[in-house]
């Protein structure tokens, strides 16, 4: 065997176990040991765990001085037991046919209806606070509140009668002080500046409910930690031209928590940071990605898209302007120049129990791993 011939497999290989470490990430991340990287059953340190791990393997340097951790506090509700729904008598599945809003009080028994609107429906009397919220699709969310109402959210494909009664049991409980932890490392650059490049992506869901039901949060962001883990592994076997920082922050479905609670800590000189990609929903692609601060940022998006075009990588990078609909934001604010991008198209699936690692077709992940690569060595 020639030695060409034997570089080319040992390529192909290596190039195969990038596809494999992808799927390796994004299995573990899902799984349901990690319930949904939440509140309950130890979801959420289940993760961390394993994402310090990660990078304890490709010799990433903490950040965070001797530790790879920071912690943050915040409230947060959570479900302890399976919800059950009845109308008029018949049952209805938690998942699949209904959900709760994430701020709900608990409450038991058997209620009568009225019609508020078309789409919404109220127990008759006014102390009871039990709404029924009629669908098309069935989001999930997470609340750092609990009111004084119980809202159950319906999918309109499963009503098949007006709702007349019904029967519901659902614990809710609020937790004070919930300890989250925001995880970061770093890797040296060739670049004898003191600046950095900064890749976040945050690593927490939105937990489950119950005992069984979780959402599984495969694109939402098990993709964008997965992309950051394989970012890891390439820079530290290939030196990077700029210093890097990656973050994986907590609370981000809570409110943005975890990056708010960085940026306040000031542990970070902001003015060091020569730029931040931020990474989530990175599982699709097959519409191309968005770019967020894109309108903000031309000279940066200009780059960006330049090398995407070269090199044929996503069909299209489209621009969007300011959006607080990821953990950028409180940077953007803070006068760090930065990107949230996410790609587009192939999967449906969005806080809600569809999205697996199984339904997650990674379209065009190895190319946003490249575009990225590409993106800090020209930048």
Known sequence: MSRIVLLLILFSVSKAQDSLYARYCLKNLCSKKMFGRGYTHGGLKTAEKFITTELKKNNALPYFKSSYTQSFFHNIVVFTKEPTLHINNTPLKFGTDFIITPSSASCNGHYTLLQKDSATYISNLPTDKIMLSIQQKLTFSASTKQENVSVFEILKTKIREQPITIDVTLKSKLINNFESK??????????????????????DHLGGVGKTNYFPGANDNASGVSLLLNLIKHFSKNKPKHNLIFIFFAGEEAGLLGSKHFIESQIIELKKIKFLINLDLLGTGGDGAMIVNAYQFEKQFNLLNKINTENSYLPILKKRGKAKNSDHYWFTENGVPSFFIYTMGGSSAYHDIYDTEAN???TKFKEAFKLLVKFEEQL
């Open 182 to 203: 925001n995880i970061a490392c770093t890797i040296k650059g060739n670049s004898n500046s003191d600046s950095f490049i900064v890749f976040t992506a945050h690593y």
């Open 360 to 362: 997650l077709p990674l």
